[in-house]
C-alpha cells in the first residue's frame, strides 16, 4: 500500500499580537532516525535545481512547499520547521 507524503505544508493565519519573521524559518527532515538534515530555501518553484523548499507567497506566506527533488522520492518522514523564535527543539 502507497503512503502519501504531502509536498506543501499550511501555516494557520498568526494571531495579531505576534509577528512572524519569516526569514528565519528553517527546515529540517529526519528520513532516518537519527539522521537530520536542513532543507535549503529557495527562490521559488523556478529555482528548484536541486532539492529545498520555498514559500507559495514570499511577501505572505501561507504555505511552504517542497522542492521536487525533496519530496518526489520521500517515504513518510518527520519535518520539522524552526520559527527562530528560541533555541532549535529535538525530533
Do not use: Q
Not at 12 to 33: C, G, I, N, Q, Y
Amino acid at each position: 500500500m502507497a503512503t502519501f507524503v504531502p509536498c506543501a505544508y499550511w501555516f494557520p493565519t498568526p494571531p495579531p499580537d505576534l509577528e512572524v519573521d519569516w526569514s528565519k524559518l528553517r527546515a529540517f527532515v529526519e528520513p532516518e532516525p537519527g539522521t537530520t538534515s536542513e532543507l535549503p530555501r529557495v527562490a521559488g518553484a523556478a529555482a528548484c535545481t536541486g532539492g529545498g523548499l520555498y514559500f507559495d507567497d514570499p511577501a505572505a506566506p501561507t504555505d511552504v512547499v517542497l522542492c521536487p527533488c525533496s519530496c518526489g522520492g520521500l517515504r513518510p518522514i518527520r519535518l520539522r520547521l524552526d520559527f527562530g523564535c528560541g533555541p532549535p527543539l529535538p525530533f
